[in-house]
Nanobody
Framework: QVQLVESGGGLVQAGGSLRLSCAASGRTFSSGAMGWFRQALGKEREFVAA????????LYSDSVKGRFTISRDNAKNTVYLQMNSLKPDDTAVYYCACSRTSLSRNDLQYNYWGQGTQVTVSS
């Protein structure tokens, strides 16, 4: 059974930075992809970024492109989301997810999910 554990959330002022981590366990992570999604209070879950385990191909949502960077450490089975120039609109619970097969913006393509970590950006 795959387990995903997020960490690194917290409270930060607008313009600040945070780095989220997602530690994965329970299978060999040499294929497929990892994604970050977020859900703000009263809103639907939305795609943030994703990366393949193999060659590190990435996808970003338009709202975070240029501010957020997704990366992975295959040796540690860990994926990171470096978030810079944070805005109050980035406030949400951030979820890490694992897809067995593909790099995708679609949350239905992801098979496993973490519990989430709260990110709050104050103005």
């Amino acid at each position: 059974q795959v387990q995903l554990v997020e960490s690194g959330g917290g409270l930060v002022q607008a313009g600040g930075s945070l780095r989220l981590s997602c530690a994965a366990s329970g299978r060999t992570f040499s294929s497929g992809a990892m994604g970050w999604f977020r859900q703000a209070l009263g809103k639907e879950r939305e795609f943030v970024a994703a990366i393949t385990w193999s060659i590190g191909r990435t996808l970003y949502s338009d709202s975070v492109k240029g501010r957020f960077t997704i990366s992975r450490d295959n040796a540690k089975n860990t994926v990171y989301l470096q978030m810079n120039s944070l805005k109050p609109d980035d406030t949400a619970v951030y979820y890490c997810a694992c897809s067995r097969t593909s790099l995708s913006r679609n949350d239905l393509q992801y098979n496993y999910w973490g519990q989430g970590t709260q990110v709050t950006v104050s103005s």
